[in-house]
């Protein structure tokens, strides 16, 4: 099966600067008319989001520890002339010691790019640099055979001394620099607990998307990276995979605001594909889900920064609350699992009254990191399937449960090295959610 052309823009760590270079790059692209699609590898949830308003279309996620390679081939981008996938961490960071260890994948961006054959353009943070970098190149360069570099971006270039040492240092390194990119504090992005703060609350989006291709049309040489991307290949087929997550419903109504705002592209379309109807509602403009929906999903995002709204919204809650008794699956995930609990306390130390359709309490009050790869067993049978049913997936989360949590448990988990975690979150009758943000089924 053939891959259609495509670049990686990596980085040797986290923090180099490669999301605003591949949003503004994105930008450069599109207006120049060409037809390019992004994709993020990693579990992230909030850089696809600015990757689809750059590019006009959805970004989906690429992950090789949480996806089967059959997902993983479906949810590559087919439609489009040109793939720009960003990376996860630095180029080789995974979630393990190698693919050896596990039959899916590390969950490298190095994965993904031997999966796909798609070639490496490495930005690097310069900042506090000068010929040293050519030996780090180097070692990114040669680190792995099954991986092409097509050339370097020079991030954070202090002066046109500073980059003229740059360059001159990677002469004769065979790979060549396809841009040196000025520090410029205009186009960096705010951020807040979990990372970026979401595109759809960025000020004036349009005009730092355009202002961010402005300058990489001027300080990137497009024509070289277009020229870099190639297409790879692949065994895998993709249609032969079952869907990662059965439909929850025939129709399944989906909350979708700046609280609920992290769902991955391909489990909805996989939705979709299955047969199921989807619609979408906002909790946060107090709207109640479709009325003949038979199932509801709260996807995570950041409703400890709108418990007070949500609190307040007597049309969202006793509409869920009603679908809820009469017998709808309702499905939360992460921010939609604290909003099922019985009370949100948020920064400040206020409980605020939330659903209640399930025995928990959740707190935002004293925040700590909750962050890594899980596989969750089932221990409930639910819509998505019998207890004993194997997920992969995610956590990402500062608030916790508080107090003991009642009921039925619905996950046992663990992490990405196989060490037990635990249990986590619960089920009462067709209500059932927990912190984890499920990306796949584990086997066919």
């Not at 005009?207 to 277009?226: C, R, V």
């Not at 700046?258 to 109807?277: C, E, I, N, Q, S």
């Not at 969750?376 to 989360?397: D, M, N, Q, Y």
């Amino acid at each position: 099966m053939s891959t259609p052309t495509g670049l990686i823009v990596a980085a040797p760590a986290s923090g180099s600067g490669k999301t605003t270079i591949t949003l503004g790059l994105l930008r450069a692209l599109r207006r120049r008319g060409i037809d390019v699609a992004s994709a993020k590898i990693g579990p992230d949830y909030i850089d696809p989001a600015f990757h689809a308003a750059a590019t006009g279309r959805p970004c989906p996620n690429l992950d090789s520890w949480a996806m089967r390679p059959e997902t993983l081939a479906a949810a590559r981008p087919s439609d489009a002339n040109l793939v720009v996938a960003e990376g996860v961490m630095g180029l080789f960071d995974g979630a393990n010691l190698g693919e050896e260890h596990d039959p899916f994948g590390d969950g490298s961006t190095a994965s993904i790019a031997r999966r796909t054959g798609w070639p490496v353009v490495l930005v690097v943070d310069a900042a506090r640099q000068a010929q040293s970098i050519a030996a780090l190149v180097a070692g990114f360069a040669n680190f792995d055979p099954e991986i092409t570099l097509a050339g370097v971006i020079l991030n954070r270039v202090g002066s046109a001394r500073h980059e003229e040492m740059l360059r001159r240092a990677l002469l004769n390194n065979g790979h060549p620099v396809l841009g040196a990119v000025r520090a410029d504090k205009a186009i960096e992005r705010p951020s807040r607990h979990l990372g970026l703060v979401q595109a759809g609350e960025h000020p004036d989006l349009e005009a730092f998307l355009d202002q961010a291709a402005d300058k990489m049309d001027a300080e990137l040489d497009i024509k070289a990276i277009i020229a870099a991307a190639r297409a790879g290949s692949t065994a895998t087929n993709g249609s032969a995979a079952a869907a990662p997550l059965p439909p929850l419903g025939q129709r399944i109504a989906v909350a979708r605001d700046a609280a609920f705002a992290f769902t991955y592209p391909h489990v909805l379309d996989d939705w979709r594909k299955a047969g199921a109807d989807l619609s979408f509602f906002s909790p946060l403009a107090d709207e109640a889900p479709a009325k003949d929906a038979d199932a509801v999903y709260l996807p995570g995002g950041y409703p400890e920064l709108h418990a007070g709204r949500i609190a307040s919204a007597g049309t969202f809650l006793k509409a869920v609350r009603q679908l809820a008794g009469s017998g709808a699956a309702i499905y939360g995930e992460c921010g939609g699992y604290m909003v099922l609990g019985e009370s949100l306390t948020d920064a400040d130390g206020k409980a605020h009254p939330m659903l209640a359709l399930l025995p928990h309490a959740t707190s935002f009050a004293a925040p700590k990191r909750h962050l890594g790869y899980r596989v969750a067993e089932a221990l409930a049978a639910t819509p998505l399937g019998p207890a004993g049913s194997v997920w992969r997936g995610h956590e990402f989360h500062y608030a916790c449960d508080v107090g003991s949590v009642a009921g039925t448990q619905l996950f046992r988990i663990s992490d990405a090295s196989g060490a037990e975690l635990g249990t986590i979150g619960g089920c009462s009758g067709s209500v059932f959610g927990s912190f984890l943000h499920l990306i796949d089924r584990s086997g066919t």
